[in-house]
């Protein structure tokens, strides 16, 4: 006696990865089931901040993803619309000391090359951006990144 199986793939996780493979698994065709212990996104994705960084990442394959998880999420914010929470921001990064702003210039300038928007933000508009940072962060230059 033979039995078809129920769904073509079942997915162990209703966080955000097991949502996404749930997503592009349909999207191919296929029928999917997913199983979760607890509620929906109610373990690390749940506790997770949420942020999409570029800003600490060097070119390579870990910037590659990022552009391209960036890229992924803003395209599936603008389909699913007010079903989804998205926004786009970047990340800040301090230079405290005259070796961190050559160094930070260099991978800024690196991450330029490779497609992210790197802006120079000089230590008087620190306090525009983020307020509560301790006044020996406010010297003496920082690089804001956000994604192209």
């Known amino acids: 006696m033979s039995h078809s199986p129920a769904c073509d793939v079942v997915v162990v996780g209703a966080g955000v990865v097991g949502a996404a493979c749930a997503l592009y698994a349909a999207r191919a065709g296929l029928s999917v089931t997913v199983v979760d212990r607890g509620p929906v996104?109610?373990?690390?994705?749940?506790?997770?901040?949420?942020?999409?960084?570029?800003?600490?990442?060097?070119?390579?394959?870990?910037l590659g993803l990022a552009l391209l998880s960036l890229r992924l999420w803003s395209e599936l914010?603008?389909?699913?619309?007010?079903?989804?929470?998205?926004?786009?921001?970047?990340?800040?990064?301090?230079?405290?000391?005259?070796?961190?702003?050559?160094?930070?210039r260099t991978l800024a300038a690196e991450q330029r090359a490779a497609g992210v928007e790197a802006v120079g933000v000089p230590a008087d508009r620190l306090p525009d951006l983020e307020p509560r940072l301790a006044p020996a962060s406010r010297a003496p230059c920082t690089t804001r990144r956000t994604p192209r």
């Open 77 to 104: 914010a603008a389909e699913l619309g007010e079903f989804v929470e998205y926004e786009a921001k970047g990340g800040l990064v301090v230079a405290r000391t005259p070796q961190a702003l050559t160094e930070l």
């Open 41 to 62: 996104a109610g373990g690390t994705t749940g506790a997770g901040e949420g942020n999409l960084l570029v800003s600490d990442k060097e070119p390579g394959p870990e």
